[in-house]
């Protein structure tokens, strides 16, 4: 049994995800968080370099540079813009990323205007039962019904458009992060900073630990994963495995958990990597991990956006088992944890295929078997031979 990996700094993983959520970070407004992951790397002494937009790729060196391998997590989150300015003053949304305006209402925001910050409530457009009654609770649900309303003298588009609002603006929702004694926490846009917690957690236990990794390693934070693009463009070197990191939902018709690391097996670009996944869930039964397999059928990620892109690379999705995804999510840390050992555990193991390092060309020797082929091409049912079912019957002698 390989040797257990070192455990992760959960000290430095709360403290790590409670920074995080403080800053603001929807789809186009990623500046911010951007540096405070490049300062995290630079503390961990890891080199990196930053993509004109703001996408971190990082590298780690192993004893051997190919076939190499990335790992991605994502710093954008869910959030809105401003759509229109109504006659009142008060402000329409357009979302970003896909999320329903049922999670929307009732929360509280920041408006990025080009001059600063101004705060707001998002409300459906009857707002209150003492002035509409039951009609309140015959409202649609959709963007188209909820507006936002800001803390400041406002009566008119024109007030509005006086303190500097205007369409396009960027609106971030507050996370309001709460750990319980349960070990549970809650939070909105856990997706996807508990990920990149766990990832830069991860990198901490090797880089502390002094142990040398098989293969070379590039981490990436990627800023659009929210909006589909994500990794599409962040895969410089040539890259035999990519594992993305993400959010995996907990609800009924799913196998994921809060006590758990998910290992998806498909999403909705397809199935992951069959050796990729299955290496993964190896590990994770050797180093006495919680692992669950999982399929997403409303869910996209980093390491599908790469595999569109064009790249040819093995690609696997580890997920935190979280309850009610791009809503107020919730996640535990055994989950966080789990998945903080299994990233550390995928680092430092050996690759898949170290014949990936080049594309067979001449030989079908080092390609890979999902089955042996004798087995894959067996028949459950045989059809069993001729002779056994028909009787040769001879020609009776003539007298």
């Known amino acids: 049994m390989p040797h257990r990996v070192p455990e992760p700094d959960l000290n430095y993983m709360r403290q790590i995800l409670l ?4 800053i603001p970070s929807p789809t186009g407004f990623t500046d911010t968080i951007v540096r405070y992951v490049a300062e995290r790397l630079e503390e961990l002494d890891i080199p990196f370099e930053l ?18 391998r990335a790992v991605s997590a994502h710093l954008d989150t869910i959030g809105a813009t401003v759509r229109e300015i109504h006659d ?11 999320w329903s305006s049922r999670f929307a209402e009732g929360s509280r925001v920041s408006v990025f205007t080009d001059n ?7 409300l459906p457009l009857l707002a209150s039962g003492h002035a509409f009654n039951t009609e309140v609770d015959q409202l649609p649900i959709s963007w188209d019904h909820i507006e936002l309303r800001l803390d400041a003298l406002i009566h008119s588009r024109a007030d509005a458009q006086a303190l500097g609002v205007n369409v396009g603006d960027v609106v971030a929702f507050d996370p309001l992060p709460e750990f319980s004694e349960s070990g549970h926490l809650s939070a ?18 090797i880089v502390d630990s002094g142990l040398a990794l098989p293969i070379d390693c590039h981490p990436l934070f990627t800023i659009t994963e929210e909006t589909g693009s994500g990794a599409a463009a962040a895969l410089p070197w040539d890259v035999s495995e990519f594992v993305g990191i993400d959010i995996a939902p907990v609800a009924d018709g799913q196998a994921s958990s809060e006590q758990a690391v998910t290992v998806a097996m498909q999403d909705s670009g397809g199935p992951y990597d069959y050796h990729l996944t299955r290496h993964l869930l190896r590990l994770a039964e050797q180093q006495d991990i919680p692992v669950r397999r999982d399929l997403f059928r409303y869910y996209h990620s980093d390491a599908q956006s790469a595999i569109t892109a064009g790249h040819d690379t093995r690609t696997a999705l580890l997920a935190f088992g979280c309850d009610a995804t791009h809503g107020y999510e919730r996640t535990h840390r055994d989950s966080l944890i789990a998945l903080t050992r299994l990233i550390t555990a995928y680092l430092l193991s050996p690759p898949v295929f170290a014949s990936d390092a080049k594309p067979s060309q001449d030989s079908l020797e080092p390609f890979s078997h999902q089955l042996e082929h004798d087995a894959q091409m067996e028949p459950e049912t045989r059809v069993p031979a001729v002779d056994s079912v028909i009787t040769t019957c001879k020609p009776e002698k003539t007298q």
């Not at 009142?88 to 990323?97: E, T």
């Not at 900073?193 to 990198?203: D, F, S």
């Open 51 to 68: 993509t004109r937009r703001g996408t971190i790729r990082a590298t780690l060196k192993g004893q051997r540079n190919s076939p190499d």
């Open 188 to 205: 909105r846009h856990l997706d996807d900073k508990a990920g990149v917690a766990a990832l830069l957690t991860a990198l901490k236990a």
């Open 19 to 22: 920074e995080m959520l403080a």
């Open 88 to 98: 009142n003053g008060r402000l329409g949304l357009s979302p970003v990323g896909c």
């Open 116 to 122: 600063g910050v101004l705060r707001g409530s998002v």
